[in-house]
């Protein structure tokens, strides 16, 4: 999960230097006028095409399927840099998101279809900075950041550990001196 969370920053981020100089071909339009689908695992797992599950219409996911072993197949012809890889697999997280039958998340689908699932989907580009100068300028910092995040959220945990666990420790003992002045009453 981590791993994709980098491809798309990585692909907002650089998109900026993607000029697909080695592709010869617009791979937005090119993707978009194709009408080929792919039997693949979206079609198989997350549509009505290969299961009973409904996130996708059975088209939409074979399209997601294509456009997902086209990019593949470009990166793999050496017609993709890095850089243009991510931002495309960005994109099309991005796109993906536009016609899914879900409320928000995929930890379940609608059980009738959305008006915005039916939809054709649309391979597009991710928003970025055209710039991505102020982006690149704060990165050095943003690598000491992660430890100032952890440390922050380590003593936040802490903190509220502890006093969860004084609480707890100050209920106990009040309960042991009741306990022992019962106790003592029955002596």
């Not at 982006?135 to 959220?153: D, G, T, Y």
Request: charged fraction near 25%.
């Amino acid at each position: 999960m981590l791993n994709w969370c980098v491809v798309y920053t990585s692909g907002r981020l650089n998109a900026h230097q993607c000029d697909f100089s080695k592709l010869n071909v617009p791979p937005f339009e090119h993707l978009n006028k194709t009408a080929k689908i792919t039997e693949g695992f979206f079609f198989k797992n997350y549509s009505p095409g290969g299961s009973q599950r409904m996130y996708f219409t059975a088209e939409n996911a074979g399209k997601i399927d294509y456009f997902r072993s086209k990019i593949e197949e470009w990166k793999n012809a050496e017609f993709l840099a890095q850089n243009e890889y991510n931002y495309l697999l960005a994109s099309l997280i991005d796109s993906v998101s536009d016609v899914s039958n879900t409320a928000g998340v995929y930890g379940a689908f609608l059980k009738k279809w959305d008006p915005r699932a039916l939809k054709p989907i649309v391979f597009h580009s991710v928003d970025f900075t055209k710039e991505g100068a102020s982006e690149r300028v704060l990165l050095p910092s943003r690598r000491k950041m992660p430890h100032k995040i952890l440390n922050a959220i380590l003593s936040t945990l802490t903190r509220r550990i502890l006093k969860i666990n004084m609480e707890r420790i100050i209920i106990l003992l009040n309960w042991t001196v009741r306990r022992a002045a019962v106790r003592e009453r029955r002596f």
